[in-house]
Each structure stands twice: as structure tokens, then as C-alpha cells.
């Protein structure tokens, strides 16, 4: 009996896949997959990011695109790995059009998971490297014109006698990065944004704002943070990183400017989106509309009897300026998730009298613990030493498909819950309602399933233990009075200002609002993946919905997510719109069906 190398494993495998798939023998590709098997593909063969489970589904998407994709060049990636029985890769391959890098792994010399990108367009590659411009134009010439003349006739120009081929509403972090990537692949792009300024999106929020991701996890596309910056980067730093990264990006980026209506024009394959350019009325005429106003919709504000007698302040948290002007007044915070409990610190630190009113469960994990334990092996200084990237990590963990993520989750939230037992202890024994996710999957679960839930803790749950937060759960909000709030056991609750930290709805809320409900509608709900637990309702997926891939709407997008996922996937997305301007064929395979319209 021979035995290979873990290298020499997946050389053999990979030798036999390519040969399979330039025979079209498709019956031989699936002999090289286990029973259990997974293949998750971000564009590279179905112009789409979409998951196969199980041979059927990988046997139906072959046959409709191996003639159009014609992968070729299969090459193992540095060298592969065996742990626990499963023996694991980097690989790069070629489609017809575009290069890729993928990562496999094996079980017994079977595929149990294959994950397949796009890295770059073979005939239209991004101008770095060897390939970065030149910038200086030596020689004599009375027709020069220099960059910043350029910079303003672009700027003169775009939107008014040229039209952008793509328009991007919302210009956080998620459209500017979006809007970079498009740049860099000279897909002429308009980001329109509400607010005077880049970043403003984040100065604007509660004062003691500040990232609960660390800043392994965080960068921008092209320029990451350097080596000095924090590790949790305060709101209003993250706002001037992100006017300088929109500037020096070269970004045609349309400040105070508000998307009023927009339309699509099957016929000529074109948007007509009305906006207000600081008391200017403009037209624009883009190919691609892209919705980046971030992953929640609208504001939910939940309508309580008596709200219009109250004689005090009400607010949802995204409106929610900060302490200051509450010290000493009595406030009510409707919500128990991330918003709720800094909201709440930050008034105990103003000498607020502040009561959370927690409605239903959280999931709560200590920042250090998650960072340490869950982020630790992919995002942090230690992995980076070991040199796993940024770039590296979001591929390890898209090549993780969703079905099995709780199985790799499940272990280390146990261990978060072993770690910590006494802090969980403290939290219930003041009243505090916890889980760990319907199935004990953890935080990373529940942010993809319902993006609310769930707190990472630094600091307010000590003060929630202590008393010095007041706590009610398991009760809401019965009615509203002019200085008070009747709770549903019948108790009532002094109050200045009601703060509701009750989350956001569906991004296609954003659709609903710009186009019209037709069209919301038409491409349903965005965000979950059907997992038929709580405010994630099934049929299974498999995928996000709608999240940076085509819709049921033609021409339209949506880009949002944190800081790790808009970076990731505003890459697939952008390859998806170069493609499409440059005439491609971009067949979709998979094409989600609409199963919720909200």
C-alpha cells in the first residue's frame, strides 16, 4: 500500500478533478467526493455564491456550466496539511475568463469541502504590481493634463455629461469599500451619501461608541489599518479613516445628496435614480444600482399604547446623541443586545438612573473570550505571525459552508461557556435571560441568521450583575404614560427618556422606500439563510439572501454586513458588476427563489 504526503494527497486529487472536468465526465468528478460533501462557490462557476450539499447538487450545477466555465490548471497552493483526519490545501485554478484560488479538504482521500473564487478577470486585472500606472508622464507635451486636472474634470463630468455605470446608495463603510474596489477596475461608480462628510455615518452615533470586532478583523480593501491602531477603534476614529481612505481612494463620492426615487427601465437596461445633490435636483442614468445602506433597513420602533402622551424624550438608538444631556434623569432602555448595553453603561458613567428592559434572551460573550478563543486562530496578532492574513482568514472561513458552521462553532462557544461560568452565573442571578443560540452555536450563528441577539461584553454586564444597571426581563412594555411606563406584571417605571434599542428590519426596506414595494417585494427578504430557528425562518438556503449576488431584480444589488464581510465580498461583488460592463457573459446558476418578502 502506498502512502502519500498530504501534499502528494491532494496533487493526486487535484490531477484527477481536472481530468474529470476537462473530459466532462462528471460521473468520475463525483466519485471524488464523499457521501458528506460540500461545495461552496463565490462566482468563479456560477456567476452566483452559492453552496452544493451532496452530489445531486453538485452533478446538476456541472451540467449547467462546465461547457461555459471550462476550468483548467488546477495547481496546489504552497504545502497541504493533515489534522483529525481530514487533510487540507490552498489550490488555484482558470475558468474561460477569470483566475481563482480555492481550498479543499479531503477525508480519506475523498472531498468533504471544496470552496471556489474569483480572485480576477483574466483580460481585465487590477493595475497593481507589475501592472500599477505609472502616475508621472515624462516626455514634453502641450496637451499634458495633471492628476488633479483630471481628478476635476472626472468630477465635473460624472453625473452630468457622462453617466456612472454603477450607483451606490449609502457611502459607510460598505459602499466606500465597495466603491474602491470598483475603482480599481475602472467601473465608472457615483456613491451617494446623506451625510456632509465621509464617516459621518459613524461620528453621528452615541458618544462611547466604539468597535467590539478587533482590528485584525476590521480593514479596508487595499489599505489596511497600520500597526499602531487600536484594537477597538472608537467611533469618530473610524469616521476620519474613512473620509481619508474616500479621498486618497479617489472615490466620486456625492456628499449631502439623498436617493429620492429610483426606477428600472427593462427595455434599455437602465436605472433612472432621482437625487437631491444638496439642494440640486439630479438624474442619473446608471446600469447598476447597489443598495449599501448597511445590513438592517429601516429603524424598528415598536408602537406602544400611550406613546403620544409621553412628555418626555423617546428615541431609537440610532438617534440616540449620548449621555450628556441626561444626567440625573431617570431613563428606560427597550432592548438588551450590543446598542442596549452600551447605551446603558454609558448613561450609568453620566450618573443616569437607567432601567434595561430586556424583552427576550441574549447571547452574551466576553470580548476577551471571544477574541482569544473564537477569533484568536484567524484575526489576531498570533495569526498574523503565523501568516494567516487578513485576505487568508475570510477564506478559511468562507470555506466553511453555512450547514456545518455550528458543528465548528459549537466546541468553542462550549468552551467560552466552561471559561466563564461564574460571569454567567452573576448575569442569571440578577435575572439576566441568556443563551448560547437555539442550538448552542454561539454569536458568529446568530449575527448571520438574524444579525440581533446577542451582546459581546465589555463592560456593562458587571454593572448589570452589580445592580448599578436595573434590569427587568422577561416583561415589556404594557402602556406608556406622560411621565412613566406601565410593564406588562403590572409594574410601572419613573421615566424621562425611552430609548428603543430594538434593531432594524430587512434591508429590502431601503428598496421599498427608493423604488418600490413592487420591487422590495419581487426580491424578499434580505439577510438569514433558512435555518428554521428563531427570526430565521426556513426553507434552508444555504446562503445569505440577496447579499452581494444577483437578485430577482435585475441590475440590483445589496452590499452591507460588518467590517470583515463587506471587506470579503465586496470583491465578488465588484467582479460581478466589471463583468457585466464589460459585455461578459455572466450566466447565473442557482438563482434564489423568494421565500419571505420580509
Known amino acids: 500500500m502506498t502512502t502519500h504526503t498530504p501534499t502528494q494527497e491532494v496533487q493526486l486529487w487535484l490531477a484527477d478533478f481536472e481530468n474529470a472536468l476537462e473530459q466532462r465526465d462528471i460521473a468520475s468528478v463525483l466519485t471524488l467526493f464523499g457521501e458528506e460533501c460540500y461545495w461552496r462557490d463565490l462566482v468563479a462557476f456560477t456567476w452566483n455564491l452559492k453552496t452544493l450539499e451532496g452530489k445531486d447538487a453538485i452533478q446538476s450545477m456541472l451540467n449547467a456550466t462546465l461547457d461555459q466555465i471550462r476550468p483548467t490548471n488546477w495547481q496546489i497552493d504552497g504545502e497541504a496539511t493533515e489534522s483529525d483526519g481530514v487533510t487540507e490545501a490552498w489550490f488555484t485554478f482558470e475558468t474561460a475568463v477569470a483566475r481563482g484560488k480555492g481550498l479543499v479538504r479531503l477525508k480519506n482521500g475523498q472531498c468533504w469541502t471544496l470552496l471556489t473564487t474569483m480572485k480576477e478577470l483574466k483580460d481585465y486585472p487590477e493595475p497593481s504590481g507589475l501592472r500599477r500606472p505609472m502616475g508621472a508622464q515624462h516626455g514634453a507635451s502641450k496637451t499634458r493634463e495633471t492628476w488633479l486636472e483630471a481628478r476635476e474634470r472626472e468630477e465635473e463630468t460624472l453625473g452630468y455629461r457622462e453617466q456612472p455605470y454603477c450607483v451606490v446608495v449609502g457611502g459607510g463603510q460598505g459602499g466606500i469599500g465597495l466603491a474602491a474596489r470598483l475603482r480599481q477596475m475602472n467601473v465608472p461608480t457615483i456613491v451617494l451619501d446623506k451625510h456632509p462628510r465621509p464617516g459621518d455615518a459613524w461620528r453621528n452615533r452615541y458618544k462611547s461608541l466604539c468597535l467590539h470586532d478587533p482590528v485584525w478583523y476590521d480593514h479596508m480593501p487595499y489599505i489596511p489599518f497600520p500597526d499602531n491602531w487600536p484594537v477597538f477603534a472608537p467611533k469618530d476614529k473610524i469616521g476620519d479613516w474613512l473620509e481619508m481612505y474616500t479621498k486618497v481612494m479617489e472615490l466620486n463620492y456625492w456628499s449631502s445628496t439623498v436617493c429620492e426615487s429610483a426606477s428600472y427601465d427593462e427595455a434599455s437596461g437602465e436605472w433612472t435614480v432621482n437625487v437631491n445633490r444638496d439642494g440640486e435636483r439630479v438624474t442619473l442614468r446608471p446600469k447598476q444600482l447597489v443598495l449599501a445602506t448597511g445590513m438592517s433597513g429601516m429603524p424598528n420602533v415598536p408602537q406602544f399604547p400611550g406613546a403620544e402622551t409621553f412628555e418626555g424624550e423617546q428615541q431609537h438608538s440610532s438617534q440616540h446623541p449620548g449621555p450628556d444631556a441626561y444626567r440625573g434623569k431617570k431613563v428606560v432602555v427597550v432592548g438588551a443586545n450590543n446598542s442596549a448595553h452600551d447605551i446603558c453603561a454609558a448613561l450609568w458613567e453620566n450618573d443616569a438612573d437607567v432601567?434595561?428592559?430586556?424583552?427576550?434572551?441574549?447571547?452574551?460573550?466576553?470580548?476577551?473570550?471571544?477574541?482569544?478563543?473564537?477569533?484568536?486562530?484567524?484575526?489576531?496578532?498570533?495569526?498574523?505571525?503565523?501568516?494567516?492574513?487578513?485576505?487568508?482568514?475570510?477564506?478559511?472561513?468562507?470555506?466553511?459552508?453555512?450547514?456545518?458552521?455550528?458543528?465548528?462553532?459549537?466546541?468553542?462557544?462550549?468552551?467560552?461557556?466552561?471559561?466563564?461560568?461564574?460571569?454567567?452565573?452573576?448575569?442569571?442571578?440578577?435575572?439576566?435571560?441568556?443563551?448560547?443560540?437555539?442550538?448552542?452555536?454561539?454569536?458568529?450563528?446568530?449575527?448571520?441568521?438574524?444579525?440581533?441577539?446577542?451582546?459581546?461584553d465589555v463592560g456593562a454586564c458587571d454593572l448589570i450583575a452589580d445592580g448599578e444597571i436595573k434590569l427587568r426581563s422577561g416583561v415589556s412594555i404594557e402602556h406608556i404614560?406622560?411621565?412613566?411606563?406601565?410593564?406588562?406584571?403590572?409594574?410601572?417605571?419613573?421615566?424621562?427618556?425611552?430609548?428603543?434599542?430594538?434593531?432594524?428590519?430587512?434591508?429590502?426596506?431601503?428598496?421599498?422606500?427608493?423604488?418600490?414595494?413592487?420591487?422590495?417585494?419581487?426580491?424578499?427578504?434580505?439577510?438569514?439563510?433558512?435555518?428554521?430557528?428563531?427570526?430565521?425562518?426556513?426553507?434552508?438556503?444555504?446562503?445569505?439572501?440577496?447579499?452581494?449576488?444577483?437578485?430577482?431584480?435585475?441590475?440590483?444589488?445589496?452590499?452591507?454586513?460588518?467590517?470583515?464581510?463587506?471587506?470579503?465580498?465586496?470583491?465578488?461583488?465588484?467582479?460581478?458588476?466589471?463583468?457585466?460592463?464589460e459585455g461578459i457573459a455572466t450566466p447565473v446558476y442557482g438563482l434564489q427563489d423568494v421565500h419571505h418578502l420580509a
Not at 388 to 417: E, M
Not at 565 to 570: N, P
Open 355 to 456: 432601567t434595561m428592559l430586556q424583552r427576550s434572551s441574549t447571547h452574551v460573550v466576553k470580548s476577551d473570550s471571544l477574541m482569544e478563543i473564537a477569533l484568536g486562530p484567524l484575526y489576531s496578532e498570533e495569526a498574523v505571525s503565523q501568516g494567516i492574513t487578513h485576505d487568508k482568514a475570510d477564506l478559511i472561513f468562507a470555506s466553511i459552508p453555512y450547514k456545518l458552521l455550528p458543528d465548528f462553532q459549537r466546541p468553542l462557544f462550549n468552551q467560552i461557556r466552561e471559561r466563564d461560568a461564574e460571569f454567567y452565573k452573576r448575569l442569571e442571578d440578577a435575572g439576566f435571560m441568556l443563551d448560547f443560540g437555539d442550538d448552542d452555536s454561539g454569536l458568529f450563528l446568530k449575527y448571520l441568521r438574524r444579525a440581533s441577539g446577542y451582546y459581546i
Open 481 to 581: 404614560n406622560p411621565r412613566s411606563v406601565t410593564l406588562t406584571d403590572g409594574t410601572e417605571l419613573p421615566a424621562d427618556l425611552i430609548i428603543y434599542a430594538t434593531g432594524y428590519g430587512s434591508m429590502n426596506g431601503w428598496a421599498a422606500r427608493i423604488i418600490s414595494q413592487e420591487v422590495a417585494d419581487k426580491v424578499g427578504k434580505c439577510w438569514g439563510m433558512g435555518s428554521d430557528t428563531t427570526k430565521d425562518p426556513g426553507p434552508w438556503e444555504g446562503e445569505l439572501r440577496n447579499m452581494w449576488k444577483p437578485t430577482q431584480q435585475e441590475a440590483l444589488w445589496f452590499h452591507g454586513g460588518n467590517l470583515h464581510q463587506s471587506r470579503h465580498y465586496s470583491q465578488y461583488l465588484a467582479l460581478q458588476l466589471k463583468a457585466r460592463m
